[in-house]
């Protein structure tokens, strides 16, 4: 069964700090994999989006990572600001392009 | 380019009443896809509309249909509506080949 989890579920992290997420699926065949952030009561923004052969991929502070043999990815967020506040949510493509299996996101929250 | 827009972005209805929701996808995007996202459940798949065709549907109850024009707007309709039907209703668009779906604000459905 086609599968995307993500941990953990919620963060709280204090400004300035770095912080990581994880993402692991079970999607097969794979085409490719997002990160998006959603603002509460907003639709989601992409951030990366990477294909089987990229391991790293960078937009800002937010830096994504693939392991595609582990089936797992990381969104590594540096140097954490008020405005990171938010859900960050881990999409996967089957290789037709149709499908999309969506995490149930991570909740992070950033304190002064 | 013009994002993903979404029409009305707020909505109070009461139970037992239907309701339409409008979705434009960005200009060129011929795939539209709707979602129902509420808390600690993510986003969960309604169906997606390709060239005026349903190509894909989620495991939702007769209720909730869709359609998608010519010009490749869409509309979500759910008749008989409960109360666990409040959500924020997602739209988003692709284009063909390109494996990434661009977001709009949404739609908040309160159903009293």
Redesign the interface.
């Known amino acids: 069964k086609n599968q995307v989890e993500q941990s953990p579920q919620s963060l709280i992290i204090l400004e300035g700090k770095n912080c990581t997420l994880q993402c692991n699926y079970t999607v097969s065949p794979f ?2 994999l ?1 990160w ?1 952030k959603q603002d509460t ?6 951030l990366t ?1 990477m294909t089987f052969s990229e391991n790293t991929k960078s937009n800002g502070r937010y830096t994504a990572t693939l392991d595609a043999d582990t089936k797992q990815s990381s969104l590594h967020i540096t140097a954490s600001q008020l405005s990171d506040s938010a859900s960050y ?1 881990c ?1 996967v ?1 089957e290789d037709t ?4 299996y ?4 991570t909740s992070l929250t950033v304190i002064p | 380019k013009a994002g993903v827009t979404q029409t009305p972005r707020y909505l109070i209805k009461t139970r037992g009443q239907q309701v339409t929701l409008s979705c434009s996808p960005i200009s060129g995007h011929r795939s539209v896809s709707w979602y129902q996202q509420t808390p600690g459940q993510g986003l969960q798949f309604l169906f997606e509309y390709f060239s005026e065709t349903q190509r894909n549907k989620g495991n939702f109850p007769g209720r909730f249909s869709g359609r998608q024009f010519s010009n490749s707007r869409s509309e979500m309709n759910v008749s008989t509506l409960e109360l666990g039907d409040s959500a924020l209703y997602l739209c988003a668009s692709s284009s063909v080949g390109v494996y990434e779906q661009y977001f709009g604000p949404g739609t908040r459905l309160t159903v009293t």
Not at chain 1, 97 to 100: A, I, P, R
């Open positions: 085409s490719n997002r998006y009561g907003r639709g989601p923004v992409s989006i949510i999409v493509s392009g149709n499908q999309f969506f995490g149930t996101g």
